[in-house]
T-cell receptor, first 114, second 111 residues
Framework: NAGVTQTPKFRILKIGQSMTLQCAQDMNHNYMYWYRQDPGMGLKLIYYSVGAGITDKGEVPNGYNVSRSTTEDFPLRLELAAPSQTSVYFC?????????????FGPGTRLTVL | RKEVEQDPGPFNVPEGATVAFNCTYSNSASQSFFWYRQDCRKEPKLLMSVYSSGNEDGRFTAQLNRASQYISLLIRDSKLSDSATYLCVVTRDTGGFKTIFGAGTRLFVKA
């Protein structure tokens, strides 16, 4: 199993540009998450999904959108990039259900907005 | 007040030392508790779950005190490879499943 994969690893955007961060998992997990981590800070939840076709906002959703058309994929869309979105973005997944709270993280995407 | 708070750190310890990390959480509906480890510029990885009875994995011991809403992690005989940031993580399933990460405590183990 590849686990959770993310692309790209790095990206530099200009203010106002848009992009999609890709996330895929091959563990047949129901739950998927997008977090951002600013330097020296903890992870903050952007959006999450409990299954295909179902998404919900997390703590910091403004400026982002998501979709979940399949169990495997959970892309994150930035429509109008702003310097405040410079961060490391982590995607994670978990199976769900009792005793399966462990989240598995992808390697992250480092985004700089200039 | 943050829902999950950790020692700010950093902790600088010599090899072989014992180091303890503390974490408190404010929501009594919290259900599951974890310690994750995050190496520099890498993704978080599960270190261990935390149970009320306490649990041990080699040099690592985790404790949970639900009454005090307090979680701890003890590392014995520190190794250079233990240098990382340790994240306290709490989950609850009220009004939708939520995972709350602490800001992390950085550990530097020196030779």
């Amino acid at each position: 199993n590849a686990g959770v994969t993310q692309t790209p690893k790095f990206r530099i955007l200009k203010i106002g540009q848009s992009m999609t961060l890709q996330c895929a998992q091959d563990m047949n997990h129901n739950y998927m998450y997008w977090y951002r981590q600013d330097p020296g800070m903890g992870l903050k939840l952007i959006y999450y999904s409990v299954g295909a076709g179902i998404t919900d906002k997390g703590e910091v959703p403004n400026g982002y959108n998501v979709s979940r058309s399949t169990t495997e994929d959970f892309p994150l869309r930035l429509e109008l990039a702003a310097p405040s979105q410079t961060s490391v973005y982590f995607c994670a997944s978990r199976h769900g259900g009792q005793g399966t709270d462990t989240q598995y993280f992808g390697p992250g995407t480092r985004l700089t907005v200039l | 007040r943050k829902e999950v708070e950790q020692d700010p750190g950093p902790f600088n310890v010599p090899e072989g030392a014992t180091v303890a990390f503390n974490c408190t959480y404010s929501n009594s509906a919290s259900q599951s508790f974890f310690w994750y480890r995050q190496d520099c510029r890498k993704e978080p990885k599960l270190l261990m779950s935390v149970y009320s009875s306490g649990n041990e994995d080699g040099r690592f011991t985790a404790q949970l005190n639900r009454a005090s809403q307090y979680i701890s992690l003890l590392i014995r005989d520190s190794k250079l490879s233990d240098s990382a940031t340790y994240l306290c993580v709490v989950t609850r399933d009220t009004g939708g499943f939520k995972t709350i990460f602490g800001a992390g405590t950085r550990l530097f183990v020196k030779a």
